[in-house]
């Protein structure tokens, strides 16, 4: 059976992803110009709860859309069987625009690299910012965030899990040991 240790309850995922939002208006100084994208799945889920905490600290609706990645992945060629493919949601132009891009866990950077590419076919933001909500480090490409909920140092053999009310029933971030 694999250990599991909770790194994060609910009350902890929501203080982080208000700090987040906090965060994010004093690097943009404000709202204005800004749009949020979140990384399908658990990104979207991080991504609209971001965008509320800004609506309530700042009283303004943040633009907000959902992107799938996985026709831009370096590994869907080692994928066996047909790839998911769901829907990319910005229906607005991002031109121009502060967007930032939103993931559950950063782990590699490969996941990241591939929303930009996918990001590009778009338009061209004036910048990307990046916020994750677990830091877990172990990069193989130059990717750092710029908002971070929890930095959660692991080795190679732990895994983590993010689990959201909206996709998982309850909020907890997980450290399981590989098997």
Partial sequence: MKEKVKIL?????NRAIMRIA???IEKNKGSVDLCIVGIRNRGVYIAQRIA???KQIEG??????ALDITLYRDDLALASGQPLVRKTEIDFDINDKNLV??????????AIRAALDALIDFGRPRSIQ??????RGHRELPIRADFVGK????SKKESVEVHLKESDGSDE???LEKE
């Fill in 22 to 24: 906090h965060e994010i």
């Fill in 52 to 54: 509320a905490s800004i």
């Fill in 9 to 13: 309850d609910q009350e902890g995922i």
């Fill in 60 to 65: 303004v609706d943040v633009l907000t859309g």
């Fill in 130 to 135: 990046l916020a994750v909500l677990v830091d």
């Fill in 173 to 175: 971030i997980l450290i």
């Fill in 101 to 110: 891009l939103v993931d559950d866990v950063l782990y590699t950077g490969r």
């Fill in 151 to 154: 930095n959660i140092p692991t």
